[in-house]
């Protein structure tokens, strides 16, 4: 018998520590594959390319295989960016004769724009295929198609800035001549009937632009809005559409006097980057002025990204996301995120940047320096959209009136602006929570008193058991329940339903009454604690009187309909799937949980104690109260601590029965999305090791700490009650 009893206590003990070892291998796995979230990008040099003297253009294909790069010789130099050597030159023929001024790229595009010294501009198509050999290398060729020449200006005037934009039906050109004057070049792609390509061109000046007073240009990557930099610091923007029109003036520099010295527009085409020649560094968009009385729409400086120390000479967007590449007068180059506002990185000047190149693929920076070098760098920087105030601040997002928290992890474009912000998640988790806990703790612990302390031990030999098998019933039939049956038809008996909770408490207390006034011969009949049984009908009775009701209240005091007068009066609206829903489905789930708990603490207060208040005098409620209730203080605060953590974690319930919409409202008619829920809609959306996948991590660690933390709480409150009130 000894052997056996240290056998079982070896495996109690083993089995014990298996399961804390067990949920601390979760925690560390769960927090490893959040980590990287919040980790700093890497950068790092892979070689140098030397020769390439007054770099206009720098580029690089998707594999960072071959790179290219435009400087004043009519030819396209390619270069191998990880060995440091030429590779070939592509000669411009029809351009032979002069020396390229200007050279832009389409963003996202294999399409390029130059301009030459004797006012001439051409549009080249660069493409780049990979090439796979037979003993598994890759290499990438470069294929050029050299499109239609077209002259701009008077005489010979040579192209002083040139921006690009290229799209399937056509492209949009912006070019400035050495006297000052923009041009904006049209090329239109129409297709027949019969399916033959027609390309329509048109060239028009800029009116509204002073000579010689640009300073920036930029073409959004749609072609719909071009912007024009100036030397006071102000920024033009024109819409264009069938011909351009002016759309505002902004301030793009804070300080007045100092020019923009760099313009970039970001993926998606809404928001402009403002670099200034005091260094600082801005994106814009369009968006409702609230000083406005109309609300109408202007250009807002929604992110101030940095200031660099000296002024901004290059900016090179990415074409994956929000993020952009910078370079100031020092040559220092730095790494920034539109979104958030963040500088992520930055490298030291090695010499005057003449161009730079973001990889296609957010994976690597070129920089080209005035000593005719281009460095290639290596670059890891996975999650760059994710910072704490991304996660839980306010951030002003495109398309927004102001600064907001949102949840929207996908879109439909690759344009889509992420949005991670958790707050709406923890506040729906809180909401959902707060109302099943209003619902099930009232009735769970009422219950628990009465069935210990009043009701017959027969029936509360029934009662328990049916009461404990509600626990095992699986939350997703819960689910589907509340919001496949009680959600739609709660929708139209909402007056009832309330009026039904009004009446029960005034039925059972007018019960009460007549039992007390029922002669004692009819009363004596029913054994002490069996009363309860008469209740069941009443309940049904006020629940039925509440829904025969319900119309005749709605029509009296909400004008016939409940939902409409809501809406008008208050602003409310209401949804089908809300807090009711849920509060009514997840409060059924945590009720059997709290119940069994409250009961077992209230039924283990010795009898003593209960005998010696009644026999001092006091009455059975009395006692219940005043005595029982604080000596089972502990354990019924445990119970409701449990209560609370099924309800935190619940999944199918609150997946099913609310609209999962992230909003932050505490109106009991709207839905709400939790934690738990959220996690659940989005793993099927989540590509491996993503953004997505890493804040789900995160959202699941944030449930284990909320469960922590609330557990932690719980058991030192439950010690000093028990301290308190005794050891029972």
Known sequence: MILLDRAAGLGIMGGGAFIVLAVIGILLFVVLEAYPLFRPAKIWPI?????LADVRLLGVDEYRDLAYALGSAPSIRLFDPVGGKTVSDLPLDSLAGASLTAAAASPRHDRLVVGTSDGRIQEIDLGFSPVYHE????????????????????????????????????????AETSDGRIYVLREVVRTTLVGEAVREHAALELGGVKPSRATALAVSESGRAIFVGMEDGGVQAWSLEEEPRFLETFQGVEKPGVPVTALAVAIGGNTVIVGGGDGSLAGWFRSRDPASPQGAKRFMPVHRIATLPSQVVALAPSGRDRGFVSADGSGAVRLHFLTNER???????????????FAPKADGILVATESGEARHYGLHNPHPEISLRALFGKIWYE??????????????????????????????TIKGTLYALLFAVPIALLAAIYASQFLHHRIRNVLKPAIEIMAALPSVVLGLIAGLFLAPR???????????????????????????VFPARWTDRFPTGTEVILLIPIAFLAIWSGQALGPLLER????????????????????????IVVGFAMGFAVIPIIFTICEDALSAVPQGLVSGSIACGASRWQTALQIVLPAAGSGIFSAIMIGFGRAVGETMIVLMATGNTPIM????????????????????????????????????????????????????????????????
């Open 556 to 579: 009296a005091l909400f004008a016939g309909d409940f939902r409409h007068w809501l809406n008008g009066a208050h602003g409310v609206r209401y949804d089908q799937r809300n807090c």
């Open 135 to 174: 003993d598994g290398r890759r290499t990438t060729e470069a294929e050029m198609e050299q499109g239609r020449v077209r002259r701009i200006g008077e005489g010979t005037l040579s192209v002083r800035r040139l921006a690009f934009s290229s799209q399937d039906a056509g492209s949009v050109t912006l």
């Open 399 to 428: 398309g927004y009136d102001r600064p907001d928290r949102v949840w929207q992890s996908t879109g439909g474009s690759d344009e889509f602006e992420g949005k991670f912000n958790l707050v709406p998640l923890l506040f729906g």
């Open 343 to 357: 500088t992520l990185l930055a490298l030291a000047g090695d010499g005057a940047v003449r161009a730079l190149a």
């Open 47 to 51: 070689a140098t390319t030397a020769g």
């Open 665 to 728: 409202d505490w109106s009991i008619f709207n839905g709400m999305r939790t934690l738990s829920a959220n996690i659940a809609v989005e793993v099927p959306e989540a590509p491996y090791r993503g953004t997505l996948y890493r804040v789900l991590f995160f959202s699941g660690f944030l449930l284990f700490l909320t469960t922590f933390i609330v557990n932690t709480a719980a058991e030192v409150i439950r010690l000093r009650l028990k301290r308190k009130y005794g050891n029972y």
């Open 490 to 516: 709660l929708e139209t008996i909402v007056p009832g339903t309330i009026f039904s909770l009004v009446l029960l408490p005034v039925f059972f207390l007018g019960a009460s009454i007549l039992w007390k």
